[in-house]
């Protein structure tokens, strides 16, 4: 005979709280890292304007005015930035994430660099060298010259981007791609 008076435990609410916020944010990874892999990266950084980008494989040559994805050489100048928080934490030799900068020069240009940048005598706009960084640290500028063969300038407007002007010309081979607006603001 089966008594009326046996209830049946409801599920704990909590846990199922817990486990639809665990299943969601592990879905929200795997649609992260698909799109990490399909060339799609979030700029955080006022170099450009912030959100969704995407790296475009390069099918020609690099010119100026090119907004482009680059790996930094693992330099003294790029563990230092990295130290100091100019560098986000990435796939890039020495553990950094790809930069996103206009090309500003090529090889065989010349850059003079003294309270702003010059290249081939032009004034570069937006190009103020900064004599200290946010938190009040001394920033040493490029000595400037020549760009070397299968290196490039890389640029940003915004005043306290960490750029070309900091750390010279990158080389060409660290490009990894056009980038290529999403879904972006720029504030």
């Not at 450009?48 to 475009?56: M, Q």
């Not at 796939?91 to 010059?118: H, N, T, Y």
């Amino acid at each position: 005979m089966l008594s009326s008076d046996k209830t049946v435990p409801l599920a704990n609410p909590r846990g199922t709280l817990l486990a639809w916020l665990g299943g969601s944010a592990l879905a929200m990874f795997a649609v992260v890292l698909a799109l990490g892999f399909a060339g799609f990266r979030v700029n955080f950084t006022p170099s450009e304007p912030l959100g969704l980008w995407r790296i475009v494989p390069l099918d020609r040559a690099v010119h100026n005015g090119d907004v482009v994805f680059v790996c930094p050489p693992a330099t003294d100048v790029m563990r230092e930035a990295r130290a100091r928080g100019y560098l986000r934490r990435g796939f890039c030799a020495g553990g950094v994430a790809p930069l996103i900068k206009m090309v500003a020069a090529m090889s065989g240009q010349a850059v003079e660099i003294g309270d702003d940048v010059r290249i081939d005598g032009q004034r570069l706009s937006s190009s103020r060298v900064m004599p200290l960084d946010g938190n009040g640290r001394r920033l040493v500028p490029d000595r400037g010259g020549p760009i070397p063969p299968g290196t490039v300038y890389l640029h940003s407007e915004f005043p306290g981007s960490f750029d070309s002007r900091y750390f010279g010309p990158l080389p060409v081979d660290g490009i990894l791609g056009l980038a290529r607006e999403v879904w972006t603001y720029a504030p």
